[in-house]
């Protein structure tokens, strides 16, 4: 039968499947759906950081035309908070009592018969509190602390004994800002109840856990809530958890018995639908005068809110980057009045990184070692904590492979000795081994009388190319034309599958619509083969291949018969199969789980006078298993890099402290990197089809990301000879 374990490692660059309905404004995002007598929602947000609501004051805002009804805390139905996925739990549900435990909380919805009576409206609600002091400093000693809940701190050997007694020690504090996600398109719920059931158009990563998570809260069965996101306007991992204002725009729903719709703002998605937490990280690395690493010992606090669990094990990928036999890490987490953080693309990998990867620069220097040679020095051949083989791990080539792109070995290794007229001019670069995860994914393949297939998993696609990828791999796998396969997925009523998120999707899904088609494939076959009156007859599975829509011998494509001859005669309409897949273990394998390597070489030009930062080149080289097409698999990469430019150089969400207020919560105020500050990139793909897969693939969607802020900051070291340990790098800090 077709199969793709036989493809190249780099599949074809088609154009998007879905790219005409998205450029035409034919694709409908959750914003754009419209339900017949809907009405509109919007959000009163808290003013304090911390304390209770004492009186609010609604009569206004009630009175004012067009209003329907105002929920507070007061009238509010008493919901109960979701079961814990496994992501997390999603935050607790809104309105259940007089507490503030962060500025922008939401302390009222106003429901009117249009958008702006409902923005009108809302701004005539006032309150009354009984302030607190906040919590807003994350080494604020009152502050809670949380010991590394899931159980990912690490310790082997004695990194203690080994730092002491290195010949070359690193020791330094690194931080991070709180980045946030801000895609596009705001978020926006549309909620409609037909007695028990609930259907909502959400903006969301992962239909499922929004199903789940609205059945707990309003105690219904899962089968009685549909979610829908056909598209997604990005996300960034702000769409993984069911946030406050979907509960909602439920519940106003239900208690009006109408459809309600919910569209946030700009200002409202910096507090309502998370943002990457800030980090401060101690780290020490040591290394013997040859520049074996001996011992490292990176430890992380960042902060969660008052009631929220979300968990950012910031150190936790130092344990399994490098070979060295001491490795200590340990995250903590500090309670802090701030709304809830969640995951943003390459979550706690892309700070963790950012601290290993500069210590190991500084380390070089001190060694007066290459940095790239340190790091093929310590490549873990291995899996540094499970000493297994890699099921795939192609690192050593990505440092080679960029190295010789680049040009890395023109580089002058002394700080300040390049320039370029007045530019100082910095060459840098950083390692990433991003970790493995993957969940259960099940798919649904049917070939229709006409010849056409349909296949059916309820993921997203965030503008990642699922669409394009999974109709390419249905294609080939059923031996049919691009054009004769059509893939949907945004729904909660079809297969169940992941999120998409944490670089586990395509894997996932990729496997189970494989799985699904080649179980289709075989239900054609065993048809064919006990007909008497098929070529076919006869014909054991493993035999045979599908090439343009029929089945026959392998090899011997003039032979056989096509799917449309086998239903008709058998008078089918179609056929139907379904897929499964699975994560393996790695006891299952006897090997180590690989998630996707890459090395990433940066070139700066720094202002001698003003110390303007502007990249010049950036060259990317990913190992991310087979790769289904380089087209979508390179804009991942170029959109992740572009992201980990404004974390080295331009985002940080500010916090007006003491009133805990988001003092830049617009996209005026929050710098992002535009046109000019994104150079040209070199993309290359390498490695092999990785073998914990049955397709060979590794997701690639955070790993464009990590390591850019490290290789940044270790170009305008090289550059400057200053060394900046604090994200982003501004002006001030290179004057």
Same mark, same amino acid.
């Given at each position: 039968? $077709? ?71 007061? +009238? ?39 958008? #702006? ?31 590394? !809940? ?31 996600? +801000? ?8 909620? $409609? ?5 609930? %259907? ?44 406050? /204002? ?25 507090? $309502? ?37 979300? &968990? ?70 291995? /899996? ?8 795939? +791990? ?18 002058? !290794?002394? !700080? ?49 190319? %699922? ?8 294609? #080939? ?13 945004? @729904? ?13 999707? %395509? ?29 076919? &007859? ?19 494509? /003039? ?21 499964? $897949?699975?994560?393996?273990?790695? @006891? ?16 700066? /030009? ?130």
């Amino acid at each position: 039968m $077709s199969t793709v374990q036989s493809r190249p490692i780099i599949g074809a660059g088609v154009n998007r499947v879905d790219g005409a309905c998205k450029v035409t404004g034919a694709a409908p995002y959750p914003m754009d759906f419209d339900a017949p007598g809907q009405a509109y929602a919007a959000l009163v947000q808290s003013t304090i950081a911390a304390g209770r609501i004492v009186r609010i004051d609604t009569d206004a805002a009630e009175a004012s035309p067009g209003v329907i009804t105002v929920l507070t805390h007061t +009238n509010a139905p008493r919901l109960r908070r979701a079961p814990v996925s496994k992501l997390g739990a999603s935050p607790p549900p809104p309105l259940q009592d007089d507490r503030v435990l962060h500025y922008g909380q939401h302390i009222a919805v106003v429901v009117a018969e249009t958008q #702006e009576q409902a923005t009108a409206a809302a701004r005539l609600v006032s309150a009354e509190y009984e302030r607190a002091d906040p919590l807003l400093d994350l080494m604020d000693p009152r502050a809670p602390q949380i010991d590394d !809940p899931w159980g990912m701190d690490h310790s082997r050997g004695e990194a203690a004994a080994a730092l002491a007694t290195a010949d070359v020690t690193v020791e330094a504090t690194y931080t991070t800002a709180d980045n946030t996600n +801000n895609p596009l398109g705001p978020f926006a719920t549309l909620a $409609s109840w037909d007695g028990d059931r609930l %259907t909502v158009h959400d903006t969301t990563q992962w239909p499922f856990v929004v199903r789940s998570t609205l059945a707990a809260v309003f105690k219904v069965p899962e089968s009685s809530v549909r979610v829908l996101a056909p598209y997604v306007g990005g996300g960034f991992g702000a769409g993984l958890r069911v946030w406050p /204002h979907v509960v909602l725009t439920a519940a106003a729903a239900r208690v009006l018995q109408r459809p309600v719709k919910l569209v946030l703002t700009r200002p409202q998605m910096f507090t $309502s639908v998370g943002h990457r937490p800030k980090s401060v990280q101690r780290i020490t690395v040591g290394a013997t005068r040859a520049g074996d690493l001996v011992g490292m010992d990176h430890r992380s606090v960042s902060p969660v809110a008052m009631e929220d669990d979300d &968990y950012e094990p910031v150190a936790s990928g130092t344990a399994f980057a490098y070979t060295c036999p001491n490795v200590f890490t340990q995250d903590r987490q500090a309670r802090l009045n701030i709304p809830n953080p969640t995951s943003m693309r390459a979550p706690a990998e892309a700070q963790g990184n950012f601290a290993l990867e500069s210590a190991l620069d500084e380390l070089s220097y001190r060694l007066g070692m290459d940095p790239l040679d340190l790091r093929l020095r310590n490549y873990a051949e291995l /899996h540094p904590v499970h000493a297994l083989p890699w099921s795939s +791990n192609a690192l050593r080539e990505c440092y080679e492979v960029g190295a010789q792109r680049f040009g890395w070995s023109r580089r002058n !290794p002394a !700080p300040r000795s390049m320039r370029d007229g007045d530019r100082l001019v910095g060459y840098g670069m950083a390692g990433v081994s991003y970790p493995w995860f993957a969940m259960d994914c099940h798919a649904e393949a049917t070939l229709h009388r006409d010849g056409s297939a349909l296949v059916r998993s309820a993921a997203t696609d965030i503008g990642t190319g %699922t669409y394009t990828v999974m109709t390419q791999l249905a294609a #080939e796998c059923l031996g049919l034309r691009l054009g004769q396969v059509r893939f949907d997925l945004g @729904d909660s009523d079809m297969p169940v599958a992941p999120q998409a998120g944490g670089s586990g999707l %395509t894997a996932a899904l990729g496997n189970a619509v494989f799985d699904a088609c080649a179980r289709l494939v075989r239900r054609f076959v065993e048809l064919a083969a006990g007909d008497r009156g098929s070529p076919l &007859y006869g014909a054991a599975p493993e035999s045979v291949e599908v090439t343009h829509g029929r089945i026959h011998p392998i090899g011997q494509p /003039h032979l056989g018969e096509a799917y449309t001859d086998v239903l008709g005669r058998h008078e089918l309409v179609e056929l139907t199969a379904n897929g499964y $897949s699975r994560p393996r273990s790695r @006891d299952e394998l006897g090997m180590a789980l690989s998630g996707a390597f890459a090395a990433k070489f940066v070139e700066v /030009h720094v202002d001698a006078d003003l110390g303007l930062v502007r990249i010049a080149r950036i060259v990317s080289v990913i190992d991310g298993g087979r790769i289904l097409n380089e087209k979508t698999a390179r804009s991942q990469i170029v959109g992740g890099t572009v992201g980990g430019i404004g974390m080295a150089l331009f985002e940080d969400t500010v916090t007006d402290v003491p009133s805990g207020r988001i003092a830049n919560g617009t996209l005026s105020d929050y710098l992002v990197p535009v046109n000019a500050d994104v150079p040209d990139m070199d993309v290359v793909f390498v490695g092999d089809p990785d073998r914990a897969s049955p397709i060979g693939t590794k997701g690639i969607g955070e790993v464009g990301l990590v390591g850019v802020a490290a290789a940044v900051a270790n170009a305008v070291h090289h550059a400057t000879g200053k060394r900046i340990r604090s994200l982003p790098i501004t002006l001030d800090a290179l004057l």
